[in-house]
């Protein structure tokens, strides 16, 4: 089946610093992109949608400055969580379309961010 | 806006019985539904999905999902369960239009017991 990565895998960083995660498609070309945040005994949370080429979708009350998206090519996008702070501790999960079959989505592994 | 919910928080069964996981959706207009799975220390992956046709839809693993639009419920079903069948179960629903934003439930965590 399609496979998604992300990388890190887990991250620990200072408040203040900025963090950077990928998300790769590794064996399909991936024009759309989701990621997701994930809190402890909670569902999946919708942050925005990457489209590539383009401006990301964010969904409401996710901050765009603090969550910057780029999908500069069909098989990568990034999320960059800006100035972190305790608060942004988290699971994030990525998942792509497949451009040839827009029905299914494959998820990424996830990363996991704790923020001291 | 689309919202999701699932009864179930944590499920405890013994190995052999039956498992019915309940998932309601609100949408006003055409969605598609899905189930994911997530192993323990694994990614999600797609247990089955239901687009349109025949409502009862069967997916890997011996699970299957009946759609009733009148009740728009979606309910994951397995007559018997194994204890590798530990994880934790979503439900999910996308609109068909737009961006297909999918929108997922909180979850329902299922232990198997052997």
């Known amino acids: 089946g399609a496979v998604v990565s992300q990388h890190p895998s887990r991250v620990i960083c200072k408040s203040g610093t900025s963090v950077k995660i990928e998300c790769r498609s590794l064996?399909?070309?991936?024009?759309?992109m989701f990621w997701y945040r994930q809190f402890p005994k909670q569902s999946l949370m919708l942050m925005a949608t990457s489209n590539e080429g383009s401006k990301a979708t964010y969904e409401q009350g996710v901050e765009k400055d603090k969550f910057l998206i780029n999908h500069a090519s069909l098989t990568l996008s990034t999320l960059t969580v800006t100035s972190a702070h305790p608060e942004d501790s988290s699971f994030y999960i990525c998942?792509?379309?497949?451009?040839?079959?827009?029905?299914?989505?494959?998820f990424g592994p996830g990363t996991r961010l704790l923020v001291l | 806006a689309q919202s999701v919910s699932q009864h179930n928080h944590h499920v405890i069964l013994s190995e052999a019985a039956s498992l019915e996981l309940g998932c309601n959706y609100s949408y006003g207009g055409t969605v598609n539904l899905f189930w994911y799975v997530q192993y323990p220390g694994q990614h999600l992956q797609l247990l089955l999905k239901?687009?349109?046709?025949?409502?009862l839809v069967k997916g890997i693993k011996g699970f299957e999902a009946e759609f009733i639009k009148s009740k728009f419920s979606f309910n994951l079903r397995k007559p018997s369960v194994q204890w590798s069948d530990t994880a934790e179960y979503f439900c999910a629903v996308r609109s068909s239009g737009g961006y297909q934003k999918v929108t997922f439930g909180t979850g329902t965590k299922l232990q198997v017991i052997p």
């Open positions: 998942s792509a379309r497949d451009f040839r079959n827009q029905e299914t989505q494959y």
């Open positions: 239901y687009f349109s046709g025949d409502p």
């Open positions: 064996d399909f070309q991936a024009t759309t």
